[in-house]
Every structure is written in structure tokens, then in C-alpha cells.
């Protein structure tokens, strides 16, 4: 079946532009997660989406990052005036329900330079 | 707070040795899981294995094997014959019963050379 599909793959942009980087979990899994990899910082959780509940922002950098998901399925994950330490590979993961129990499966992710 | 440390960096081997990347963990929950996951190349995120906190009993599955040692937090993972496919990053990870994120050690680049 379908994995987690992330679009675009790549994206440049200049610095002070917003971006959006979508991402379509597997279908079926309720839970859905946002992180970020970078040389400096690692794999690092950004935000967390289960079913209607309100989404877990504790991992997000700053106010100019936000996400949604609409319809319990796809996501977009939003940054504003974006700067040159947001340059980095953005994933994204879904698993079945949210339980410590269950793995997460991530997509391809999106490579994000900001000029 | 959870922390995960893979204290290896890069660790290189020539095929067919066998090679053993360590993951210590902490934690102050009583229930949690741990899991394994490849990188390669590609830059795909591959799960390996999960175990959870009450299983300590370790596995072989092919040429991975995996031991789980709650005594000294770690969850260390070998392969065995290692082959040139193999080569990854390897990133050992911990959750909590929630679920609500992962938590990532640094990662170990493993190169298998011929």
C-alpha cells in the first residue's frame, strides 16, 4: 500500500518568504507527527496531530511555525518569514493510533534551503 | 525528561565483521518503548524493531540481533556479516505509553566497506 507522501521534495526560497510543505499520511492512521532534521539539531519533534484533539505544539521552534490538519488526514506545516536557520529536512510520520506501542512511519521528507 | 544517547558518531567496518551500535536511554516512566531505525542513503526513516519497557527478552530476527538491558538502560543492536547495503545512519529512539513523539539519539553513521 501507499506510505507517507510528502510534497515538495525540495524547496528554496529566499529568506523573509513563507512556505508550505504538505504531507499525506497512510491512510487509515489517525496520528500524525511533524519533525525536523538538521545537522546542528538532529531529529527534533515539532508537533503531533491525533484524530480531533487539539495538536500538540510543544516541539514547534516559534510563532512563525504552524500546522493543520484538516479532515483527520492530510497536513500542512506553514512557516513564516522564514530565516536561514530554518534550513533543513522536514519529515513527516503517521501510525496507527497514539500509543507508545505503535511505530511511526515517515514519509520522504521535504529539503527546505532558505537563501 | 526523556533522553537518548548514541554515543558512536560514525563507526566503519569491512564486510562480513560484525558490528554492535549502542543506545543508552532515560526515562522516568515506568512504561516506554524503544525502537530502532535505518536511514540509508536515500534518506528514508526505516523502522527495525520496537521493544517495550517489560520485554527485556532479547531477539534475533536474520542477521540483526538486539539486546535490551533495563538495568543498564540500554538498547544496543548488532549486526552480524555486515554487508555494504547496510551502510546507514542508524537512530535509536524512545516513547513514552502516550505516543505523542518520539524521542531521537544522534544517530550512528555506519559505513561497511569491501
Known amino acids: 500500500g501507499a506510505g507517507v507522501s510528502q510534497s515538495p521534495s525540495n524547496k528554496v526560497t529566499e529568506k523573509g518568504k513563507d512556505v508550505e510543505l504538505r504531507c499525506d499520511p497512510i491512510?487509515?492512521?489517525?496520528?500524525l507527527y511533524w519533525y525536523r532534521q538538521s545537522l546542528g539539531q538532529g531529529l527534533e519533534f515539532l508537533i503531533y496531530?491525533?484524530?480531533?484533539?487539539?495538536?500538540?505544539k510543544s516541539g514547534l521552534p516559534s510563532d512563525r511555525f504552524s500546522a493543520e490538519r484538516t479532515g483527520g488526514s492530510v497536513s500542512t506545516l506553514t512557516i513564516q518569514r522564514t530565516q536561514q536557520e530554518d534550513s533543513a529536512v522536514y519529515l513527516c510520520?503517521?501510525?496507527?493510533?497514539?500509543?507508545?506501542?505503535?511505530?511511526?512511519?515517515f514519509g520522504p521528507g521535504t529539503r527546505l534551503t532558505v537563501l | 525528561a526523556q533522553k537518548v544517547t548514541q554515543a558512536q558518531t560514525e563507526i566503519s567496518v569491512v564486510e562480513k565483521e560484525d558490528v554492535t551500535l549502542d543506545c543508552v536511554y532515560e526515562?522516568?516512566?515506568?512504561?516506554?518503548?524503544l525502537f530502532w531505525y535505518k536511514q540509508p542513503p536515500s534518506g528514508e526513516l526505516v523502522f527495525l524493531i520496537r521493544?517495550?519497557?517489560?520485554?527485556?527478552q532479547n531477539e534475533i530476527s536474520g542477521r540483526y540481533s538486539w539486546n535490551f538491558q533495563k538495568s543498564t538502560s540500554s538498547f544496543n543492536f548488532t549486526i552480524t556479516a555486515s554487508q555494504v547495503v547496510d551502510s546507514a545512519v542508524y537512530f535509536c529512539?524512545?516513547?513514552?505509553?502516550?505516543?505523542?513523539?518520539?524521542?531521537f539519539g544522534t544517530g550512528t553513521q555506519l559505513k561497511v566497506e569491501l
Open positions: 526515562t522516568r516512566d515506568t512504561t516506554y518503548y
Open positions: 496531530f491525533q484524530g480531533n484533539s487539539a495538536p500538540d
Open positions: 529512539a524512545l516513547s513514552d505509553n502516550r505516543g505523542n513523539k518520539l524521542t
Open positions: 491512510s487509515g492512521h489517525t496520528a
Open positions: 510520520a503517521s501510525s496507527l493510533s497514539p500509543s507508545g506501542y505503535n511505530e511511526q512511519f
Open positions: 521493544r517495550n519497557s517489560f520485554d527485556e
